[in-house]
């Protein structure tokens, strides 16, 4: 973690009009070669020209500053900077790198000779550590290798600080200093000299994490490095990985950047695509409050603030948006006021006094359903209902599936609560819902709500089935559990781990239940 630019760098600053670029490359046969670019730590292919007795020309008025590369036949390429100026290099394989002669660039100038000068002493601090890790650190040796180790940091961060102070106008200036880390002050000590603050360390490198980037250059997006960088800060190293606390910190980031930008753009659009698709319960909230707040929110133009989003791909991105926002972790979900298999009792789960409640919205046509549903009247008889753990199953029970639902229940002795839009309720719903004016026991003169009768969309139910746990606040405490995963958690919220386990895991069902 000390020298981010140790993973590879680059870009320099905006100056004239776009010029040539011109790429020799000695000893390359005739062929069809690719101009690479970065945005974040993503290529791309940039443009695409033939090369001709080694040698390839691109027009650079088609280009962003930043770092891009010559991408050759047999995954062979390398890297240097455009920003705006004639380029005129000149190189030869296999070390590209290591070979290459700059004819014509200001800012090449100064990248090339940075970029061979870290692999050095990278190369030599790798070599010293190998070394080092087969000491233990009393030996002489080991301090020694420290030593020397130390010292070429040194050099690393005199060389940095020469090429920032010569070059303090220069784009390769600010990558530079980017990549270099926050230097942490001695931890305040008392008048003992006993430090005070033990998280003062973490304390102020969070707070000052950002202060070596410019975030009015756009361009220092178009590097790996700005990308490392947002992707540790919302890592686990940095961050409590809480969705509420990424939601805080993404929104404050994202908010102070530049809505024009392209460092807006790429971090907006980071941040949302992660949580997107995290592996970790709960992080789907980020993706929803991202897409509320920067995609489906518009302004007094009726623009969204994702400049760069097609408005085609709005309507897939914000539709149910509002529904989906219903059943992320740690908020209180909709109501539901359904009636049993009596058809004349209405039952919701707002008034159970249970320490948790499970929502379970199940078919009983669907194979998977006829294989959890029982998993789960086992657990609730044998575990749950003695430890006030309430099951408030929603099923599907309109039309024909009214008569089948029923027989399910009663074959399978279903003795958890058992509700549904039931086929007397929808015939007069799907015509009149009007005249639904049946009344809710304990709140008087009140029908039930249009939610409950459009559950589906009201908890984004497109497939059963699926499982959300509620604390005794009704508060979604998690979700899209298997059969094994929710047993073990509800014997850990309770203290109960010690107890045997009914069903251990099955991976076809754990597979289909964790689906979102």
């Known amino acids: 973690m000390r020298h981010l630019l140790f993973a590879f760098i680059s870009i320099i600053a905006f100056q004239s009009q776009a010029q040539k670029i011109s790429l020799k490359v000695q000893d390359q046969k005739d062929t069809t070669v690719y101009l690479i670019k970065y945005f974040g730590s993503k290529l791309f292919y940039a443009d695409t020209a033939e090369m001709k007795n ?9 280009q962003k500053p930043g770092i891009v590369g010559l991408f050759l036949p047999g995954q062979r390429y390398f890297e240097f900077v455009y920003n705006n100026e004639d380029i005129q290099i000149e190189t030869k394989g296999p070390d590209f790198m290591a070979n290459m ?173 992660n949580y997107g698709k995290s592996d970790i319960m709960g992080m789907d909230k980020v993706y929803y ?95 749950w209902k003695a430890r006030n753990i309430e099951v408030y199953a929603i099923g599907k029970g309109v039309g024909k599936d009214f008569e089948a639902w029923k027989k399910y229940i009663s074959d399978n002795k279903l003795t958890f609560i058992n509700v549904a839009v039931t086929n007397s309720i929808y015939e007069i719903a799907k015509v009149t819902p009007e005249k639904l004016v049946q009344l809710y026991p304990g709140e008087k003169g009140k029908p039930t709500t249009l939610q409950s009768l459009n559950y589906q969309q ?18 979604i405490i998690a979700k899209n559990l298997s059969i094994s995963q929710l047993e073990d958690l509800l014997d850990r919220l309770q203290n109960k781990s010690e107890l045997p386990k009914l069903f251990p895991p099955d991976p076809e069902e754990d597979k289909h239940m964790q689906q979102d």
């Open 54 to 62: 080694g040698l390839v020309v691109f027009d650079g008025a088609k």
């Open 289 to 383: 409050y991202m897409l509320k707040r920067y995609f489906c929110t518009k302004d007094a133009s009726g623009k969204s603030p994702a400049f760069w989003v097609a408005e085609d791909k709005f309507k897939d991105l914000c539709e149910n948006l509002d529904n989906k926002l219903n059943t992320v972790m740690g908020i209180v979900p909709p109501n539901l006021i359904l009636r049993d298999t009596t058809d004349t009792k209405w039952l919701d789960f707002y008034s159970l006094k249970s320490e948790y409640t499970i929502l379970y919205f199940w078919d009983p046509e669907c194979g998977h359903c006829k294989k959890v549903t029982p998993k789960i009247q086992t657990l609730y008889a044998e575990k």
């Open 458 to 475: 009201t908890y984004d139910i497109y497939s059963t089935p699926k499982v959300f746990v509620l604390d005794k606040d009704k508060k």
């Open 101 to 273: 002669v700059i004819k014509k660039s200001e800012e090449n100038k100064v990248f090339i000779p940075y970029v061979k000068f870290i692999s050095s002493k990278k190369a030599d601090i790798a070599k010293l550590s190998e070394q080092r890790g087969k000491l233990q650190a009393e030996d002489a040796q080991y301090k020694a290798l420290s030593t020397q180790i130390e010292a070429l940091n040194k050099e690393v961060d005199a060389y940095q600080a020469n090429l920032i102070a010569s070059n303090p106008t220069r784009l390769v200036s600010k990558i530079v200093k980017m990549s270099m880390e926050v230097v942490v002050p001695e931890s305040p000590k008392d008048a003992n000299g006993k430090i005070i603050d033990s998280a003062f360390n973490y304390k102020y490198y969070f707070a000052h994490y950002w202060d070596n980037v410019d975030f009015k250059t756009d361009a220092l997006v178009n590097n790996p490095i700005f990308a490392n960088k947002l992707e540790f800060y919302f890592g686990k190293q940095m961050m409590i990985q809480h969705w509420d606390t990424i939601i805080k910190y993404a929104f404050q980031f994202c908010d102070a950047l530049d809505p024009k930008s392209k460092m807006y753009e790429y971090s907006v659009g980071w941040i949302a695509s």
